[in-house]
């Protein structure tokens, strides 16, 4: 299959293979598996190219640096990282014989993620004795899938005034129509009340790239925050917005 | 909490409580279900009308109609189940001698639902020998999340040509940059091949309504189809709609 594939990457006029790329997966906190990474793609592009004579240019591990989420996570050391990277892909070329490629890096999440904390305010707070209590927000899985959708794991603040810790664990909702629209379980935000508002840390990858309409919902707006200073970047949809799209079959032979 | 819960009811101006709804869940094919959510609701409805005189002229036993996805489900006989409600209610109101309210119902995705089939292009096929075959396709978890969000199950067939049976069991899946982005796991669709056109039935509800531009992809149009005309309904999203909400912050204090 491998062979297969480069044949016809080799032979494709137009395709012009600059290197290799290899994604691990997501949220990553071991170094050592960065480095294997490396490793292993130096060995595979040895044995290319003592096969084919393909020499990579480039070399990307991918991204997949877990970035912090919970108080509990751990942080990457980016520079602990980089020693990794670059001293395994210099021992592993200098192991093969290879001259050394450009090193690609991908840690569009960890750029991106921790640099958003979605708002959201606190609506009816439900009370199910010896059950859960749930936090009502409005906002939800239309704006956030990703603890709906692979349960990932955020935490939260109330942001417009300071709280007493209560101990107790609550859980956060959505206002969508689904019994799976949770945002954060069991989660200890202190004595919140309806009317608060509460922040959700790094939220910034794969919350409003995942953004829907559903239950027709407005996908919220972006507030760029610096020095003091804020600017909408990205305007609150409208509902004109969801309908820009709807063609009324009025005219057509499918009205009646 | 019911007490306190229909206590404010009764007491807050401007709320007119006209009977009640129940939502049961979804994807629900047995009709004993609703007959005992109707025993319930007029059972409680009897209950509040002793306590607190309140006579409800709304009830909803709510949807959660099931519809078939794959060949397998079974279909609901809609005229058995409102057999079922009727009778349930008249027997319940008699019973506890409350006049008969107005029975709304709820049969959302079984009518939207089944109304819609969603046309995909194959693109590459993976073989991967002894573990699965990927039929990969232009669409997935941005134009319906089901299959990734909560395991919902489809059926699929070639639509441009009629293909032999394989007797394998094929995986489809979408073109985002998810390892969760499956369409449909362990399907028979036949000798399918690049460039073939698979529908996916049943595809009304939950799915454009849930749908995201993650990776931003434009979502599909959606084209109505009665007595051999088709008409677009909803036109293709275009990239001018994905940067339509970005405001540059070219003029703040934001800009270098």
């Known amino acids: ?41 130096t060995s595979f592009a040895s044995s290319v ?6 020499v990579p240019r480039v070399l990307s591990p991918g991204g997949g640096v877990g970035i912090s989420y919970e108080a509990t996570d751990p942080e990457v050391d980016f520079s602990a990282w980089a020693g990794v990277a670059a001293r395994t892909l210099i021992e592993g070329c200098e192991q093969h014989n290879l001259p050394l490629p450009e090193l ?42 990703r603890p709906s959708l692979y349960g990932a794991r955020y935490s939260a603040e109330v942001a417009n005034r300071r709280v007493q810790s209560t101990g107790e664990l609550v859980t956060v909702a959505g206002k969508y129509c689904e019994s799976g629209d949770i945002l954060i379980r069991d989660v200890d935000i202190g004595d919140v009340t309806s009317g608060d508002l509460i922040a959700i840390p790094a939220v910034g990858a794969y919350s409003l790239a995942m953004a829907s309409n559903y239950n027709l919902a407005l996908r919220p707006a972006v507030v760029m925050v610096r020095d003091g200073q804020a600017t909408v970047i990205r305007r609150r949809e409208r509902y004109e917005d969801l309908l820009a799209h709807e063609v009324l079959p009025v005219k057509s032979g499918l009205s009646s």
Do not use: C, W
């Not at 395709?15 to 793609?41: N, P, R």
């Not at 960890?110 to 640099?115: D, F, L, Q, R, Y």
């Not at 009816?124 to 899938?145: C, E, F, Q």
């Open 1 to 41: 299959m491998r062979q297969r594939l480069l044949s016809t990457v080799f032979l494709t006029p137009g395709l012009d293979l600059v290197g290799y790329h290899a994604h691990i997966g997501s949220q990553v906190f071991d170094l050592d598996a960065f480095e294997l990474t490396i490793k292993t793609l």
């Open 49 to 54: 190219r003592d096969k084919h004579g393909f």
């Open 104 to 145: 690609v890096v991908e840690p569009g999440r960890s750029i991106v993620g921790p640099a958003a904390v979605a708002v959201y305010t606190v609506g009816a707070i439900k009370v199910i004795p010896n059950i859960r209590t749930y936090i009502s927000v409005d906002g939800g899985m239309a704006d956030n899938i």
